[in-house]
């Protein structure tokens, strides 16, 4: 089985090399290419990649796969890992990219992945509701912080502010005390 992958690749590779075959055109640059997405989201996505990329190879592998099919609850058999792979794979290197990795998400947008497996994926690691969709509940949240910190801040500020008036009517208080003991001298 193996031998029939690597001769697949390498006999591909010689198809490239001899002009046959035209290599599948890689961007340069994801956020170009993967213009419905904005670039928060798609470093989102890239926050998701790198943390199933468990040896930072910057590809997922199978055993990366298998693992991260594990860890969303959706465990698949060997031939459903290599399918889910086969699916986005366009350089035929048997790993998952990052730019292949997007090609799942953008799959997904369209309606056109096939696998259920990668459908699991898209939709459990969908940023919309995670990161920048739920920006909402996070920029929520944070204010609700920024407000905790300015109520404490306005607390120290009042507390403060009310020491201060204090310590100004004790110094009235014994500056009034000082002219009336004056007078009895």
């Not at 990649?49 to 199978?62: C, G, H, P, T």
Request: net charge neutral.
């Amino acid at each position: 089985m193996a031998d029939s992958e690597l001769s697949a690749k390498l006999a591909r590779q010689q198809q490239v090399n001899e002009g046959e075959v035209k290599p599948v055109k890689v961007s340069q640059s994801v956020y170009a290419e993967f213009k419905e997405f904005s670039i928060q989201e798609i470093k989102e996505y890239r926050k998701v990649f790198q943390k199933y990329d468990v040896d930072r190879s910057n590809y997922i592998d199978l055993m990366e796969l298998k693992l991260m099919m594990e860890k969303l609850g959706e465990p698949q058999t060997h031939l459903g890992l290599k399918a889910m792979i086969k699916e986005v794979d366009e350089d035929n290197d048997g790993q998952i990219s990052f730019r292949e990795f997007m090609l799942i998400f953008k799959k997904a947008r369209d309606g056109t992945l096939t696998v259920a497996g990668l459908t699991k994926i898209a939709s459990v690691c969908d940023v919309s509701q995670e990161g920048v969709g739920g920006a909402k509940s996070f920029f929520e949240a944070k204010a609700k912080q920024q407000a905790d910190a300015a109520k404490f801040e306005n607390e120290i500020k009042s507390e403060q502010e009310k020491k201060r008036k204090e310590a100004e009517e004790a110094a009235e208080r014994k500056q009034a005390f000082k002219e009336k003991a004056s007078m009895w001298k």
